[in-house]
């Protein structure tokens, strides 16, 4: 195995095809589908699958190219330590819940370290998701939060796919009103006084289950509930309708605009945040900067 076949394999995987990605490195096509059979064979798995329409990265295919990017950021930091010379583009990849802070951070981040050329991925995803991405490489880091109800069952799935959790902060339950909204004349809120507006969640695809919902609390009855996909549908419809969800209270204005207010929550319950990594791989440069920025971003909160 060599950084070279590892290039080749993330630009196959980047592009979906053989052809282009033959192109793209500027080789023959027979070379690269050689090259990729080697590593293959090597390594006695299945990369790619091959089909009439193309090829689709298989399971461990797509564990492999975690390791192999991994692999080609430290080959890149350590060639331009040396040499002093920019090599290729800085990439780094997230996977998180919907907070604004990661998003604060990751903005940070880029502006520090993105440089002339970069490939930053910022997925705010379903809760299963990003531990799938942290366990499969996809994501050098994910962020998610545990509180008492869901952490047995966070903590299996973790432990299952060699993962850890380390906290960045606690924080008491609090309430995403409009500013307008009636809830928002009110210093704190009870159970009681949300139950006559619509409730909005994040949707949590085929794993919909009550411990994986980015909300607390989610076993409360409501009768008016409303399940979006991301952050800006759901501030507008909490605007739009009056609408709430339960949350840290950790917002950033700049980002989120003003028409959000948080309301703290009276209930006995919390939510712990944290990140997780894969414990199989070390930390990098750019992730161990991202968690450097994030601690101190929380810390003003």
């Given at each position: 195995?060599?950084?070279?076949?590892?290039?080749?394999v993330?630009?196959?995987?980047?592009?979906?095809?053989?052809t282009e990605?033959?192109k793209?490195?500027?080789?023959?096509?027979p070379?690269l589908?050689?090259?990729?059979?080697?590593i293959?064979?090597?390594?006695?798995i299945?990369?790619?699958?091959?089909?009439?329409?193309?090829i689709?990265?298989?399971?461990?295919g797509?564990?492999?190219?975690?390791?192999a990017?991994?692999?080609?950021?430290?080959?890149?930091?350590?060639?331009?330590?040396?040499?002093?010379?920019?090599?290729?583009k800085?990439k780094f990849?997230i996977?998180?819940?919907h907070?604004?802070?990661?998003?604060?951070?990751?903005?940070?981040?880029?502006?520090k370290?993105?440089?002339?050329?970069?490939?930053?991925?910022?997925?705010?995803?379903?809760?299963?998701?990003?531990?799938?991405d942290?366990?499969r490489?996809r994501?050098?880091?994910?962020?998610?939060?545990m509180?008492?109800?869901?952490?047995?069952?966070i903590?299996?799935?973790l432990?299952?796919n060699?993962?850890?959790?380390?906290?960045l902060?606690k924080?008491?339950p609090?309430v995403f009103?409009?500013?307008?909204?009636?809830l928002a004349?009110?210093?704190?809120?009870?159970?009681?006084?949300l139950k006559?507006?619509?409730?909005?969640s994040?949707?949590?695809?085929?794993?919909?289950?009550?411990?994986f919902?980015?909300?607390?609390?989610?076993?409360?009855d409501?009768d008016?509930?409303l399940?979006?996909?991301?952050?800006?549908?759901l501030?507008?419809?909490?605007?739009g309708?009056?609408g709430?969800?339960?949350?840290?209270?950790v917002?950033?204005?700049?980002?989120?605009?003003?028409?959000?207010?948080?309301?703290?929550?009276?209930?006995?319950?919390?939510?712990?945040?944290?990140?997780?990594?894969?414990?199989?791989?070390?930390?990098?440069?750019?992730t161990q900067?991202?968690?450097e920025?994030i601690k101190?971003?929380?810390?003003?909160k």
């Amino acid at each position: 195995m060599t950084l070279k076949q590892l290039n080749y394999v993330v630009t196959v995987a980047e592009t979906g095809n053989i052809t282009e990605a033959a192109k793209k490195l500027f080789i023959a096509q027979p070379s690269l589908t050689s090259a990729i059979q080697e590593i293959e064979k090597e390594f006695n798995i299945t990369l790619f699958n091959r089909t009439k329409r193309g090829i689709s990265i298989t399971t461990e295919g797509s564990e492999f190219l975690g390791y192999a990017r991994q692999l080609l950021e430290q080959a890149n930091l350590i060639e331009e330590r040396y040499t002093g010379k920019p090599v290729g583009k800085t990439k780094f990849y997230i996977s998180s819940q919907h907070y604004s802070f990661v998003v604060e951070a990751f903005v940070e981040l880029l502006k520090k370290y993105g440089g002339e050329k970069y490939e930053f991925h910022m997925r705010e995803t379903q809760t299963y998701d990003i531990i799938e991405d942290v366990a499969r490489l996809r994501s050098e880091i994910g962020v998610l939060y545990m509180n008492k109800f869901n952490e047995t069952v966070i903590k299996k799935e973790l432990r299952d796919n060699d993962l850890s959790f380390t906290p960045l902060f606690k924080a008491k339950p609090h309430v995403f009103i409009g500013k307008n909204s009636p809830l928002a004349k009110k210093k704190s809120l009870t159970l009681d006084d949300l139950k006559p507006y619509p409730r909005l969640s994040y949707e949590q695809g085929t794993h919909n289950s009550f411990y994986f919902s980015e909300e607390i609390l989610s076993t409360q009855d409501s009768d008016k509930d409303l399940v979006v996909c991301d952050r800006a549908t759901l501030f507008n419809l909490l605007i739009g309708l009056n609408g709430y969800t339960i949350c840290s209270g950790v917002i950033n204005e700049n980002l989120n605009g003003a028409n959000i207010v948080a309301r703290p929550l009276k209930v006995d319950d919390y939510m712990e945040v944290g990140y997780i990594l894969k414990n199989s791989v070390g930390v990098s440069p750019l992730t161990q900067s991202y968690i450097e920025i994030i601690k101190k971003l929380v810390k003003k909160k």
